[in-house]
């Protein structure tokens, strides 16, 4: 009885240690494979020093990779309180060896190795790394495999394929919202823009009508500035800003400017930025009225033409037709625009000597300036270049040329264009060799007006989570042209240009009644202020409306204005006591 009792019991112990060992099998087959290890090293192709740079890590399904203990860049845009997510570094060799950037298209995409050797930790397989370090860098890929357990080492060079800065170009962007709280986060920033190749960059504290934004900086002036090689980090601001009128830039002034009960005084901004040697302009295409407001007075050096990988010409080209001299300029306006890294848009400026912030604005002064995503630029009008002015007394023949060099591997330039005063004269589509279009031209010149080049094409290899094909975009700055005997501009661009400028100060005359007639009506959400800023300012901004149209009637002919009584236009007032 005991005996039958237990050779059940026998019978199962053994199945169960003959089953237990394929139990055991299944179960280390369920357990995810171990990893392996990448070691990325870059190198410059020129120097053959080890080389900041933006990187992908593709595997076979497309899906990227990046370290684990890559820093997260926050987005700084809407925080009036500053982000020190660096300053808990305390030294400089404690800065990360990689960061990735916030909420942009190529921020699940990509990441900067700052220093050399950052790993990552993969599943066994194969995977596609790239590197780019701006559009002067040809891209760098390779594929590498992956085992359980093993740890490989890639070394990839990233080579130039032109040099600007030789040249005496240098790229900037003047649109960055990042905070910068103390010197110490210099060396860091430079780190990060060197692996953009970025020559200058411009940190902007952001502004409002209640106050700071976002992106304090340190200082201003020349205690803001930090030189480091051919790399220059300088302070600005994006202030005034408000959608009515526009958002406008002041770079290189001394401290930060701000007129809180005159905040829609734009002009008072601009002569304060005058007075400290420092250079203003509208950001955003200059596509707000304010930017016809303040055209007449001449206090304006720039546009910030090139953005999201768009151009809006319209503005730009009526106040060059109106006589302005305005230089081109770019920005990514990281991180509020979700479009891209630092650098993406940018512009060159031709610089006379060693770079410094002073050689810098004086050449955006002389308007020797480009914007681009990817082409490089040469135009000449005769002898003259980007930012000179030709002076004429009798009609002039002007040979024109017009030389656009590309990394054929990112951008196809399908045509290069020769304006003046903003209508194609001349257009090459043919190559003229590998990533190059040359055009050349003769016009004959017979009034002042200006001159400018630009492209057209389309982008090869771009991040597919812009989710469109985008353009490949280069534009210049003018060559301007002076008829000696011309006192203003007389041309049908002009008279266009003036009509136009007038239409735009009908509807901000408009819009200003009927905020000085219902201030509590006023949306700050829409128009960047609130009521109490069109009871203070209203004043002011009917006379400069009326100055501003004085000077267009005489170029246009006169135009009826917005029909008020007395009493829905205001004289000018003190501003309200701070």
Not at 65 to 85: F, I, M, N, Q, T
Not at 397 to 405: D, G, K, T
Request: charged content about 25%; hydrophobic content about 40%; aromatic content about 8%.
């Amino acid at each position: 009885m005991e005996a039958r009792s237990i050779k059940p019991i026998l019978v199962g112990l053994l199945l169960a240690a003959l089953v237990a060992p394929t139990s055991l099998s299944h179960a280390a087959d369920d357990a995810p494979p171990a990893k392996g290890t990448l070691r990325i090293f870059i190198t410059d192709g020129e120097s053959g020093a080890p080389s900041p740079a933006r990187l992908e890590v593709l595997d076979a399904s497309g899906d990227s990779h990046v370290p684990s203990d890559a820093l997260p860049a926050p987005g700084e845009c809407s925080r009036a309180k500053a982000v020190p997510w660096w300053n808990e570094l305390s030294s400089d060799e404690q800065f990360p060896r990689s960061i990735v950037l916030p909420y942009t298209p190529t921020s699940s995409m990509h990441f900067y190795a700052l220093e050399n050797g950052v790993e990552l930790q993969l599943k066994p397989g194969k995977y596609e790394v790239v590197a780019q370090k701006g559009p002067e860098y040809r891209i760098a890929s390779t594929t590498v495999e992956i085992g359980a357990g093993k740890t490989e080492e890639l070394a990839l060079t990233v080579e130039r394929w032109t040099d600007m800065a030789k040249r005496g170009w240098f790229s900037a962007d003047d649109h960055l919202h990042i905070t910068r709280t103390s010197a110490h986060a210099n060396e860091f920033l430079v780190r990060w823009f060197e692996a953009e190749d970025l020559n200058v960059a411009c940190l902007l504290e952001m502004g409002s009508y209640k106050g700071l934004v976002s992106a304090p900086q340190y200082a201003f002036g020349k205690d803001g500035t930090f030189l480091k090689g051919r790399r220059l980090l300088v302070s600005g601001q994006e202030n005034p800003r408000t959608w009515l009128l526009g958002h406008g830039i002041i770079l290189g002034a001394g401290n930060y400017i701000d007129f809180p009960k005159r905040y829609l005084i734009y002009s008072e901004y601009w002569r304060e930025a005058e007075r400290q040697n420092a250079i203003n302009g509208y950001a955003h295409w200059g596509v707000g009225p304010g930017f016809a407001l303040d055209l007449p007075e001449g206090n304006l050096e720039f546009v910030e033409l090139l953005q999201r990988d768009a151009t809006i010409l319209e503005p730009y080209y009526r106040g060059l037709n109106l006589g302005a001299r305005l230089s081109a300029t770019a920005g990514a306006d990281y991180p509020c625009i979700p479009w891209g890294a630092p650098g993406r848009n940018r512009f060159y400026t031709r610089v006379d000597g060693a770079l410094s912030e002073a050689s810098w604005l004086e050449g955006i002064r002389r308007g020797r300036t480009f914007v681009t995503n990817g082409p490089m630029l040469e135009f000449r009008a005769g002898n003259s270049q980007i930012g000179d002015t030709i002076e004429f007394d009798t009609p002039l023949p002007v040979a024109l040329s017009f030389v656009v060099e590309f990394d054929p591997d990112r951008d196809a330039v399908d045509a290069a264009e020769i304006l003046h005063d903003g209508q194609v004269v001349a257009t090459q589509s043919k190559l003229a060799g590998p990533g190059r279009l040359v055009l050349e031209a003769t016009v004959s010149i017979t009034s002042s007006g200006w001159l400018a080049a630009r492209t057209e094409g389309r982008k090869l290899r771009d991040d597919p989570e812009f989710g469109k094909p985008l353009r490949s975009i280069a534009h210049t700055a003018p060559i301007y042209l002076r008829h000696r005997p011309q006192e203003k501009p007389d041309t049908p661009a002009a008279r266009s240009a003036a009509a136009a400028s007038l239409e735009l100060l009908e509807k901000l005359e408009a819009a200003l009644i009927a905020g000085y007639q219902k201030p509590k009506k006023v949306s700050p959400i829409l128009l960047g202020f609130d009521g109490r800023q069109v009871l203070w300012n209203a004043g002011t901004l009917f006379e400069e409306i009326e100055e501003s149209v004085a000077f267009y009637e005489t170029i246009a002919g006169p135009s009826e204005s917005v029909d008020r009584s007395p009493s829905d236009a205001p004289a000018a007032e003190p501003s309200p006591a701070p």
